[in-house]
């Protein structure tokens, strides 16, 4: 059981980097815009680099190739609903501009449908 907890909490933390690497630059626009392009894109590949340091072991703890708890399958699609809610989470506190409709919610059910499937035997 600890397998799942970790490879989850893992995946949240990575998940939050991932989000922060790709758009961190849109969401921090004033204060990143003074620097070149490139530099941003350096300073999104460092942040990157951190979320890799989380999801690796994350893959590994959880992967029933290494003893864990999930299939390759199942730990995609958790990744994908884990995404996403960092995703929501983070648009919701940094980006207010943006709003969540129905059809963002609709598709999030839809993923947590595609846990609950890929979850059966």
């Known amino acids: 059981m600890w ?8 995946l949240v933390i990575s998940n939050s980097f991932m989000t922060l690497a790709w758009y961190g630059q849109i969401a921090f626009r004033s204060r990143l ?9 350096l300073i999104s590949w460092c942040v990157a680099l951190a ?16 003893g864990g708890p999930f299939s ?11 995404s ?3 995703f929501t989470l ?8 943006e709003a969540l409709r129905w059809n963002h919610i ?4 839809c993923l947590v449908l595609a ?7």
Request: proline share 2%; hydrophobic share 55%.
């Open 84 to 86: 996403l809610t960092v």
């Open 3 to 10: 397998k799942s907890f970790a490879t989850i909490g893992l």
């Open 106 to 109: 609709a598709g999030f059910c």
């Open 33 to 41: 815009e003074r620097f070149s392009l490139a530099i941003v894109v």
């Open 51 to 66: 979320e890799y340091s989380f999801m690796v072991p994350a893959n590994r703890i959880g992967s029933a190739e290494f």
């Open 90 to 97: 983070f648009m919701l506190i940094c980006m207010r501009n």
């Open 115 to 121: 846990v609950y499937f890929l979850f059966r035997h």
């Open 72 to 82: 390759l399958w199942q730990l995609k699609v958790i990744q994908e609903v884990v």
